[in-house]
């Protein structure tokens, strides 16, 4: 069974997070016939038996819980797929500020770069003897 790790995590983090709250839905969690990565491939092949492409975060929450509340479930074959999760991260000013300085620098650093080629080309060029010609008169 192959997913993204993120995807796996995701899934792994919303369902500790119910537990903690949850008692008796920690104990269906804790189960050791059930495994997260049947639940993963549970909920791909839930997936592709719909046929869409494009799920709200509710609904993949919500067939994770079905597969741990269900003491009998199909969980179906193995599916290889790329799963893409959409996160927000949350930064704190200070971090936003940090990675702000970090790009202008980069920025500042890449223009200095070219500005150097240039003018090593162009000194590269002048040191070039160039080629006399001489005329001849007759």
């Known amino acids: 069974m192959k997913s993204t790790d993120t995807f796996k995590n995701t899934i792994s983090a919303y369902l500790e997070?119910?537990?903690?709250?949850?008692?008796?839905?920690?104990?269906?969690?804790?189960?050791p016939e059930k495994k997260i990565d049947d639940?993963?491939?549970?909920?791909?092949?839930?997936?592709?038996?719909?046929?869409?492409?494009?799920?709200?975060d509710s609904e993949i929450f919500?067939?994770?819980?079905?597969?741990?509340?269900e003491e009998k479930i199909e969980v179906g074959k193995p599916i290889q797929a790329n799963?893409?999760?959409?996160?927000?991260?949350?930064?704190?000013?200070?971090?936003?500020?940090?990675?702000?300085?970090?790009?202008?620098?980069?920025v500042v650093q890449q223009a200095k770069d070219k500005m150097l080629k240039k003018t090593k080309a162009k000194a590269k060029k002048e040191d070039q003897p160039s080629e006399v010609v001489q005329g001849n008169l007759f």
Do not use: P, R, W
């Open 17 to 31: 997070k119910i537990a903690s709250t949850d008692t008796a839905f920690a104990e269906k969690l804790n189960n």
């Open 39 to 56: 639940c993963i491939t549970y909920i791909l092949n839930q997936v592709q038996k719909s046929g869409c492409v494009g799920f709200d």
């Open 62 to 69: 919500g067939m994770a819980l079905h597969y741990y509340d």
């Open 83 to 106: 799963v893409v999760v959409n996160h927000a991260v949350d930064l704190s000013q200070e971090e936003i500020e940090q990675a702000k300085s970090k790009a202008l620098d980069e």
